[in-house]
């Protein structure tokens, strides 16, 4: 049986000091559950509610932040893009390249993305179905992707609420062997807490065990030290300390 695929890092980097409290965890785990976790952190957030919301140091600086960790601390990197130019330099630094979920019809993004040779990971808009994935995975692989991940985030409820429809995980598996379950932006209120999003941690670990009985293949997790102070998407990050518990009950259930 393959290992599950884990990510796991803060929502934006705020700070080298952030990136290496959470990067020692995740080795601390991997050796002792035999994983192999993928360190996740943006260098921008181009999507914020509001333009006074704190977007990151941009990506000359954030890929020299995780060019940084990696080296240290022998972890593989994703990080997400939101325009084409940026496919190219993040290539050479991360392992997985990230389409955003809003993004992810985007051809040129796609297509930009695919010509790196790295594992190319697309989330799931909020307004579409598990099946209709099949059509940016045929823009990918079309562009020369070898390897195209898929992953659910949920979808939109009315006006500031996501339902998750784990059936999306079954279909996604008959687009792509590797289908990621979004285990902490599934459980986001966008735009709830008047100009940022909300949600709600509590059912981030409920969320991946649903996913698991679902076929889901990997699990994302957003986590902080102190994810109430977290300055992106503090309401539905995982606490740090949280994580192993959280892992060890997908791998052993």
Known sequence: MEKIIFVAGPCVIESAEL?????????????????????????????????????????????????????????????????SW??????????????????????????AAARTGRTVNIKKAQFLSGRDMRYPVEKARDAGATEVWL???????????????????QDMLELTETVIMDCTHSVQRPGSEGGKTGGDRRFVPMMAMAAKAFGATGFFFEVHPTPDEGLSDAANMLELDKLKGVMECIMHN
Do not use: W
């Open 19 to 83: 990136l290496d409290t959470v990067a020692k965890e995740l080795v601390s785990i991997n050796q002792k559950l035999g994983c192999d976790i993928i360190f996740k952190a943006s260098f921008d957030k181009a999507n914020r509610t509001s333009i006074h919301s704190f977007r990151g140091p941009g990506m000359e600086k954030g890929l020299e932040m995780l060019a940084d960790v990696k080296s240290r601390y022998g972890l593989r990197l994703l990080t997400d893009i939101h325009e």
């Open 86 to 111: 940026q496919a190219k330099p993040v290539g050479e630094v991360c392992d997985v390249i990230q389409i955003p979920a809003f993004l992810c019809r985007q051809t040129d993004l796609l297509t």
């Open 151 to 169: 992953t659910e985030r949920g979808n939109m409820m009315g006006y500031g609420n996501l339902v998750v429809d784990f059936r999306n995980i």
